[in-house]
Nanobody, 129 residues
Framework: QVQLVESGGGLVKPGGSLRLSCAAS????????IGWFRQAPGKEREGVSC????????TYSDSVKGRFTISRDDAKNMVYLQMNSLKAEDTAIYYC??????????????????????WGQGTQVTVSS
């Protein structure tokens, strides 16, 4: 069955870095887009980044642009989110997700929760001094 598993979260000081990993199984990763989302306590889940097949389209939210980098390694069925210059407001549970729509593109308007079907369990990121 389709499965996504996040890892790499933890506690980091402001200005520090973390790399999150998303391991995919049960489907051919290289055909589909993968989105990263986050949800802080009391707030709605929001899109962070998205990468389409073959890196044809990549998006970042305004709050993370220039600090986060999304990448994929289809041979390993893995997607990564490198997070640098972390801020306290980055504290959240981070999720990866896919919609299993072949050749799906990433745009600012379509990286939204209702458009994704499969989700990982999330990994906690806490930024605090």
């Amino acid at each position: 069955q389709v499965q996504l598993v996040e890892s790499g979260g933890g506690l980091v000081k402001p200005g520090g870095s973390l790399r999150l990993s998303c391991a995919a199984s049960g489907f051919t990763l290289d055909l589909y887009r993968i989105g990263w989302f986050r949800q802080a306590p009391g707030k709605e889940r929001e899109g962070v980044s998205c990468v389409s097949a073959s890196n044809n389209t990549i998006t970042y939210s305004d709050s993370v642009k220039g600090r986060f980098t999304i990448s994929r390694d289809d041979a390993k069925n893995m997607v990564y989110l490198q997070m640098n210059s972390l801020k306290a407001e980055d504290t959240a549970i981070y999720y990866c997700a896919t919609d299993l729509l072949k050749a799906g593109r990433c745009t600012r308007s379509n990286n939204r929760v209702p458009l994704y079907r499969y989700w990982g369990q999330g990994t906690q990121v806490t930024v605090s001094s």
